[in-house]
């Protein structure tokens, strides 16, 4: 219990990026489990049918919410393993120079795009015409992101392991050009895709830099979205007597377990939740339920 207690309390305290690998990771294992246990029953039940992005752009009409979904599922363990170490990699050079709410709404335009340029590759160019394809996948979002960061900073250092410091534009032309070459193998749409999110992140850049977010539309409408099915508790109504004595009364003193949850909130800011003491970890979890 006490793994899921810090899982859970991970995912609440993380940022974006955390909660993308955590929905990633949760709708790679729990399907696949599922999918598992009725194979033992004689039952095949093909989910990644249902959220998987078709090149037949026909299929939109019954499964609409695919131009979304297909980024948060995977085809196999290597495949979201891989993904998920760029999406961290990324993700946390984004929060550099950007908010979560730009992160959340670059990954999810950014895998819309993708998707769109998939569909639309399968409709001109000759050698995908009239194939029949299925995606799955984070690559063409996680494009996005890593071409956002590498547009709006070419020149940042990062060290990579057994390489050294390397700028990130070179990061991003690496894959570039690994998509380019692949093209005439194997999954063309896929690679496609993430030149397509690549486009979008550069897009989406180029156009912050000339002062416009091509992502607040979206951002203000998940916005409405969330504040519409939360809900809000309407304060019952007080009469207001007019004092003519009145002075600015004086700030309430925080109580001892608010200043300890701000001392605990400060030192995660600073140093991660993996810094907090097992003690501390309980009091934020139990402070949390009440």
Do not use: C
């Not at 090149?55 to 196999?76: C, E, R, T």
């Not at 539309?217 to 004092?243: C, E």
């Not at 009145?246 to 608010?258: E, G, I």
Request: no cysteine; charged share 15%; hydrophobic share 50%.
């Amino acid at each position: 219990m006490s793994i899921l207690k810090d899982l859970k309390q991970q995912y609440l305290m993380g940022g974006v990026t955390e909660k993308l690998i955590y929905w990633n990771i949760g709708l790679f294992a729990i399907p696949m489990i599922f999918s598992g246990i009725l194979f033992l029953f004689g039952i095949n039940f093909n989910y990644a049918h249902y959220v998987s992005l078709s090149s037949n752009p026909m299929d939109l009409l019954w499964k609409p919410w695919s131009i979304v979904s297909y980024a948060f599922f995977h085809a196999g363990i290597f495949h979201i393993l891989f993904n998920l170490i760029i999406l961290n990699f990324v993700g946390r050079l984004f929060m550099t120079f950007f908010t979560q709410k730009q992160l959340l709404s670059l990954y999810l335009l950014g895998a819309i795009f993708a998707g769109l340029i998939y569909i639309l590759s399968y409709l001109i160019f000759p050698a995908l015409i009239n194939q029949n394809a299925q995606m799955v996948g984070a690559s063409g979002a996680i494009m996005a992101v890593l071409f956002a960061v590498a547009t709006y900073a070419p020149y940042m250092e990062v060290r990579l392991l057994l390489i050294g410091n390397v700028k990130i534009w070179h990061i991003a032309f690496f894959y570039l050009v690994v998509d380019l070459i692949s093209l005439p193998f194997s999954n063309v749409g896929g690679h496609i895709a993430h030149l397509g999110g690549a486009l979008f992140g550069y897009l989406y850049s180029r156009q912050l830099k000339n002062g416009s977010d091509i992502t607040k539309p979206f951002t203000s409408f998940v916005d409405g979205l969330v504040n519409l099915f939360r809900g809000r508790k309407s304060a019952p109504f007080k009469k207001v007597h007019k004092n003519e004595t009145y002075s600015k009364p004086k700030p309430a003193p925080k109580n001892k377990t608010q200043q300890q949850i701000d001392e605990i909130l400060d030192k995660i800011s600073k140093s991660g939740y993996d810094s907090l003491t097992k003690e501390e970890k309980e009091f934020l979890f139990k402070a949390g339920k009440n």
